[in-house]
């Protein structure tokens, strides 16, 4: 049985102005997960990146955290060299963003397909030479009236959100476990059928 690590990437842009914004979900995501294994992030200054190793257990399975420093737009240029240096192929990288269309609150996961505009995205497909790499998508929803939506996503959560946003990183925190763990499939099964209300992937 090879040992070869999953390689998580949380989309985001480093910096506290950005933070908090919707469009930083994939760094909260991210941070979530060190928590749970009790793990610490270290700037990994050669590839532009917060790196954090870790397994889910004891024994269990090995993945990498990375938290791209190069700014959204750029985060393949960050992500890609950590996929090689760790013998990671693209179908074991499993990327963590916002989604605006998908509503907010709401977690679902895929694999492959079309970037929607996320330049996260686009970044990570041209880096990685595929686009087939799973997709942990945060639900953001779209913004309201006329808003721009790159604006939109650039803001922080409103205050009236931020209780259900605790709860979907933690959502969303389960649903990159869930891959890891059970594989693609049974856990895009578990995922996308489960209710909101649903605290846990069983």
Do not use: W
Request: proline letters at 6%; a positive charge; one cysteine or more.
């Amino acid at each position: 049985m090879t040992d070869t690590p999953t390689l998580v990437a949380g989309l985001g842009n480093p910096g506290p102005k950005y933070a908090a914004n919707r469009h930083n979900v994939g760094f909260m995501v991210a941070d979530a997960l060190a928590r749970r294994v009790g793990g610490k992030f270290a700037v990994a200054r050669k590839a532009r990146a917060e790196v954090c190793e870790a397994r889910l257990g004891v024994g269990g399975p090995r993945f990498i955290l990375v938290k791209p420093l190069t700014f959204m737009n750029l985060s393949g240029d960050s992500v890609a060299p950590l996929a090689q240096y760790y013998g990671i192929a693209p179908e074991s990288v499993i990327a963590v963003h916002d989604e605006l269309d998908i509503p907010f609150g709401e977690i679902r996961i895929k694999r492959g397909g079309g970037e929607g505009g996320h330049n996260g995205l686009r970044s990570l497909s041209k880096s990685l030479g595929t686009k087939d790499y799973a997709r942990v998508r945060f639900g953001v929803g779209r913004p309201p009236g006329r808003q721009d939506a790159a604006d939109f996503v650039l803001k922080d959560f409103a205050k009236a959100e931020r209780p259900e946003v605790e709860l979907n990183i933690e959502l969303a925190a389960d649903a990159v476990e869930a891959i890891i763990e059970k594989g693609f499939v049974m856990a895009q099964n578990a995922v996308n059928a489960a209710k909101r209300s649903e605290p846990k992937v069983q």
